[in-house]
């Protein structure tokens, strides 16, 4: 599952979050990195054009209207263990660095809250030239977590040389320090 933001760009100074839902599969058994890239902005770029994350949002939006007992139906349903078993979310944050007090934002540590009954999260967060992955889990159902992870690093080692800049890219190893 992949949060959406569903705000119109009429509705993007207004507070509060407009964000919906969008399923994708993932062909994670395609070893071809450049292949897998490929299916999967496919198949993100069709459905973020479909209309499907604003379908969701507009059930959303009808179930606030209903009674509190149906609503809440309704929302568990939306999220229901069946429809999905990871969350992954991007946000690009600022390129620039941020300060506080004078002191400069070195580290962004991304945290995506798991969805009831499940037990994998991820987040990615653009900071400053930099992108961090941040993998919550459930230690009890997920104790390989490590697998995922350790597929993470090495999904991204596949792609480095199919960025147009990544002669500049540092590697995992070289962004932790």
Not at 53 to 67: C, H, I, S
Not at 99 to 112: C, I, M, N, Q, T
Not at 145 to 164: C, F, H, K, N, Y
Request: proline content about 7%; charged content about 20%.
């Amino acid at each position: 599952m992949v949060p959406m933001n569903v705000r119109r760009s009429s509705e993007r100074l207004m507070l509060g979050n407009r964000i919906s839902s969008l399923f994708v599969d993932l062909p994670v058994a395609i070893a071809d990195a450049q292949e897998r890239y490929r299916r999967i902005a496919h198949a993100t770029d069709r459905l973020k054009t479909s209309g499907a994350a604003t379908g969701a949002a507009a059930m959303l939006d009808l179930a606030a209207l209903a009674p509190p007992v149906l609503h809440a139906t309704l929302a568990r349903s939306l999220y229901a263990t069946r429809l999905f078993n990871v969350t992954i979310t991007n946000v690009p944050g600022p390129q620039i660095p941020l300060y506080a007090f004078g002191a400069k934002l070195r580290e962004v540590h991304p945290v995506v809250p798991l969805a009831a009954e499940h037990s994998v999260g991820i987040a990615i967060f653009s900071y400053d030239g930099l992108v961090t992955f941040g993998v919550i889990a459930d230690s009890e159902s997920t104790p390989d977590i490590d697998v995922l992870t350790d597929g993470i690093q090495e999904g991204i080692e596949e792609l480095r040389p199919l960025a147009p800049s990544s002669e500049k890219l540092p590697t995992a190893e070289e962004a932790r320090t």
